[in-house]
């Protein structure tokens, strides 16, 4: 059967801008996102730049990656930032104690990183350590990253091959410290934030947004305690929600699952907007003008680990079902555009809901990847609202909408809409009027997949791609489309 739904995206009614830094990664150090995943060395066999990979240089570039958030993650609050600067063979071995207890070598430092984002085009954001640093630590690394004047640690920087400093835009004040950043008590937290921050300081220039930690998902106790004490001296509030379905102890695979852990899965990951509502609704009582920005700078899905794979890796395959949950969150950051500026998913490479995979000199694309490619179009754009009429989804004694939809213009007046079908069996056919958009011609691709659970292997590196999509038309001031099930499209209406 097809379901019916309707819909009005009001062009009429334009908003503010689709920050471009919702669509950012986080990578951290943790089984193999940065080593073997983005760092190989110089000397590797691996084709690279400067001992980054060149073929994950180039998917990031694809992207449009606008930023990248690092070091942690929970390895933020036990990095030091001077075991990873000088010479690399003299950098000390040091234990990572939050994943796996492996050996850090600390060849990928600070200038590794900063190098990467300037090779992909992207803006770093780097955590800072909290828990087990001090606020001496914090200051003098932002003076060695970003100051331009004759110091001695900015010398230091010069005498490790950078002359010039590096703009840091974001810069995180802890990371989860009501876990692994310390198991600190918001009150206690918004008291050293305080003391850290004062440290925190813009030179030569540079603009920090510093960004405090907020709640794990909807936790608003953390936030109603932190968010009024800290938002004197913060530019943005953090907040993470991974999506599991399932007890902690007894996560969910991320391949051969069934209709019901499809539906689990696509339903729990739209709490998202509730989250952010009510994240929201808190920030709003002290900060009405939304001066203070909300990063989400940890989401999606979490999986139990690979057969055969150690559990202290998070290395996790990839299915159709993880780029459904990516581009239900895209929807939900848009909707939530005044006051999400900033959103990583976790992890880049290898670690979590990836967007690439590797294995030796070997790399794939997975399906979260591809809706990232997808809906690349709606960054910096203008949000649109849309007015949805959507048939159910229903499974068991629950349901979520069938269609999710976003709307957005960019300045050349090209209209881009991203839809969701989450419905695992039926297709769903789009009334769409369009109010006040100047557009003849539409033209679209899909990610869909002959089984709910598809997704990219070694030897199928290809199996879950966008094709076009071609299902979609305009006539007069409506249009008409019919979503496969379980599928991801992206329309550009132009004149
Ligand atoms: O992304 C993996 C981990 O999840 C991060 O290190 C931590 O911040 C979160 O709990």
Partial sequence: ATLSATATIQGDQEQGTISKHIYGHFMEHLGRCIYDGLWVGEDSSIPNTRGIRNDVIAALKELNCPNLRWPGGCFADDYHWRDGIGPRKERPKRINIHWGQVIETNAFGTHEFLDLCEIVGAEPYVAGNVGSGSPQEMRDWIEYMTFDGDSELANLRRANGREKPWKIPFFGVGNENWGCGGNMTPEFYADLYKRFATFCRDLSGNHLMRVACGPNGGNDHWTSVVFPRVSGQAEALSLHYYTLSAPWHDKLRATGFSEVQWFGILNSTLRMGDILDSTEAIMNATDPEKYRHLFVDEWGTWYREEEGTNPSVLFQQNSLRDALVAGLNFHIFQQHHERVKLCNIAQTVNVLQ??????????????????????????????????????????????????????????????????????????????????????????????????????????????????????????????????????????????
């Avoid at 790399?363 to 203008?382: G, R």
């Avoid at 069938?402 to 009334?431: F, M, P």
């Fill in 354 to 495: 990836a967007m690439i995979l590797t294995e030796g000199p070997k790399m794939l694309l997975t399906p979260t990847y591809h809706a990232f490619e997808m809906c690349k179009v709606h960054q910096d754009t203008k949000y649109l609202p849309v007015k949805l009429e959507s048939p159910r989804y229903s499974l068991g004694s629950e349901s979520i909408p069938a269609v999710s939809v976003s709307a957005s213009r960019a300045t050349d007046g090209t209209v881009y809409i991203s839809l969701v079908n989450t419905h695992a069996l039926e297709s769903v056919d789009l009334k769409c009027q369009l109010a006040d958009i100047d557009a003849s011609q539409v033209a679209g691709r899909v990610l869909t997949a002959d089984a709910l659970d598809a997704h990219n292997t070694f030897d199928q590196p290809n199996r879950v791609e966008p094709s076009e999509f071609s299902d979609c038309s305009i006539s007069a001031t409506t249009l008409n489309t019919t979503l496969p099930p379980h599928s991801l499209v992206v329309l550009t209406l132009s004149k």
